[in-house]
């Protein structure tokens, strides 16, 4: 068997609608040249900080290891660190993750989803995201939405609140946001599903009131509309706001989500396997809220590589509800870097039985994507206080 030798490290970037993005992949390598796992650690930021963890997990815990261990390794390198946990050090343990069981499907000669417990699902239902003008008026909205659905989606998410709103919101920024939602309704008909974004913004007063005025037009759920850091106020809007509410990308292990859970203050959890630990965390985090018959729905602003992990681990989970994808409208090249990342097709995309996650490594194509010096995102998080 193979033992684990070192770590290097690939960085590419691109850009969509309103944001441009960097992303950070783990190439865990073994004493055979022609064997390594690839992982996603995408931090958004802190790049730099992410790669000394990771190096410094791998010189102090994986060197001369057998990668079979995963889940050895994972409580190994969670437990023994003094400071545990973090949004950091849970995206290098989630690169590291991902890229052990990427190396363990290739040895053993399987997908990832089968060494999950096999697949429920040989297609994965996703939602588009990335497609919107932010802010945008209603009729280009409406406009938008239209090429989305045409290119097949049955799901599209975006977040309708503009730019320049934190905790409060003025009524004719409310009255902007429901007329955005209701054009887009009227687009896509009543068969579409719409995710409305509020990326953590509003206080509970405003969280409940921007929902009862979005409530008639059915929304699959309501995405943060108040801080996952208090969950009394989590709990207070699903109480008061007739739309399923879903949050969790700021979330970074199986305790908080635990606790969510136990509450019943979300319907949908929104774990991100490339800052929530990897795979092996995210397994759990949807066996936790199985036994609450909440679904998953990972959040995804992922390379390939984490896309990828997340479309093996819906395929094994029970409690499945979508994926998240911008894939088709970021640049080109994103699928380019990574031959066997698959396209959606009619609002899926299909499970592939290629070995461990299915991927090849394109150098080239990394080589002429560089990072960004400086990363942007519209999504609505400027805070107008």
């Given at each position: 068997?193979?033992?684990?030798?070192?770590?290097?490290?690939?960085?590419?970037?691109?850009?969509?609608?309103?944001?441009?993005?960097?992303?950070?992949?783990?190439?865990?390598?073994?004493?055979?040249?022609?064997?390594?796992?690839?992982?996603?650690?995408?931090?958004?930021?802190?790049?730099?900080?992410v790669k000394r963890l990771i190096t410094d997990f791998v010189d102090s815990y994986l060197t001369g290891k057998d990668p079979l261990d995963h889940e050895v390794h994972w409580t190994t390198m969670y437990h023994d660190p003094h400071a545990r946990g973090?949004?950091?050090?849970?995206?290098?343990?989630?690169?590291?993750?991902?890229?052990?069981?990427?190396?363990?499907?290739?040895?053993?000669?399987?997908?990832?989803?089968?060494?999950?417990?096999?697949?429920?699902?040989?297609?994965?239902?996703?939602?588009?995201?990335?497609?919107?003008?932010?802010?945008?008026?209603?009729?280009?909205?409406?406009?938008?939405?239209?090429?989305?659905?045409?290119?097949?989606?049955?799901?599209?998410?975006?977040?309708?609140?503009?730019?320049h709103n934190y905790y409060k919101v003025p009524l004719e920024e409310a009255q902007l946001a429901q007329d955005r939602v209701a054009a887009v309704r009227r687009a896509v008909g009543p068969h579409v599903d719409i995710l409305i974004e509020a990326h953590?913004?509003?206080?509970?007063?405003?969280?409940?009131?921007?929902?009862?005025?979005?409530?008639?037009?059915?929304?699959?759920?309501?995405?943060?509309?108040?801080?996952?850091?208090?969950?009394?106020?989590?709990?207070?809007?699903?109480?008061?706001?007739?739309?399923?509410?879903?949050?969790?990308?700021?979330?970074?292990?199986?305790?908080?989500?635990?606790?969510?859970?136990?509450?019943?203050?979300?319907?949908?959890?929104?774990?991100?396997?490339?800052?929530?630990?990897?795979?092996?965390?995210?397994?759990?985090?949807?066996?936790?809220?199985?036994?609450?018959?909440?679904?998953?729905?990972?959040?995804?602003?992922?390379?390939?590589?984490?896309?990828?992990?997340?479309?093996?681990?819906?395929?094994?989970?029970?409690?499945?509800?979508?994926?998240?994808?911008?894939?088709?409208?970021?640049?080109?090249?994103?699928?380019?870097?990574?031959?066997?990342?698959?396209?959606?097709?009619?609002?899926?995309?299909?499970?592939?039985?290629?070995?461990?996650?299915?991927?090849?490594?394109?150098?080239?194509?990394?080589?002429?994507?560089?990072?960004?010096?400086?990363?942007?995102?519209?999504?609505?998080?400027?805070?107008?206080?």
């Open positions: 068997m193979p033992a684990i030798t070192d770590v290097e490290f690939r960085q590419f970037s691109a850009r969509h609608h309103n944001a441009t993005r960097n992303w950070l992949v783990v190439k865990l390598n073994t004493d055979d040249p022609a064997v390594y796992g690839l992982g996603d650690a995408s931090p958004m930021e802190n790049e730099e900080e973090g949004r950091l050090a849970m995206t290098a343990l989630a690169g590291i993750d991902i890229a052990l069981w990427d190396l363990k499907g290739k040895l053993l000669g399987q997908p990832v989803y089968k060494l999950l417990g096999g697949a429920h699902r040989d297609r994965i239902r996703v939602y588009a995201n990335g497609w919107y003008t932010n802010p945008g008026t209603p009729e280009q909205n409406a406009e938008e939405a239209q090429k989305v659905v045409d290119m097949g989606y049955t799901a599209i998410k975006f977040d309708p609140f503009g730019q953590a913004k509003f206080d509970v007063m405003n969280a409940i009131q921007l929902g009862k005025r979005l409530e008639e037009y059915r929304p699959l759920w309501y995405e943060e509309p108040v801080s996952e850091e208090n969950i009394s106020e989590l709990l207070e809007v699903r109480r008061k706001v007739d739309i399923p509410i879903a949050t969790g990308e700021r979330l970074y292990s199986k305790f908080p989500f635990a606790q969510i859970v136990e509450a019943h203050a979300a319907d949908v959890l929104q774990p991100d396997v490339a800052n929530a630990g990897g795979i092996t965390e995210l397994k759990k985090i949807a066996a936790i809220a199985e036994a609450k018959h909440i679904t998953i729905a990972p959040h995804n602003v992922c390379a390939p590589v984490g896309a990828q992990a997340e479309i093996h681990l819906c395929a094994s989970i029970i409690n499945y509800e979508i994926q998240e994808y911008h894939a088709e409208f970021y640049d080109d090249h994103y699928f380019t870097i990574f031959p066997g990342f698959p396209r959606q097709r009619d609002g899926y995309v299909d499970l592939t039985d290629a070995p461990g996650l299915g991927l090849e490594l394109n150098e080239e194509e990394i080589a002429a994507h560089p990072p960004f010096k400086k990363t942007t995102a519209r999504g609505g998080t400027v805070r107008g206080i």
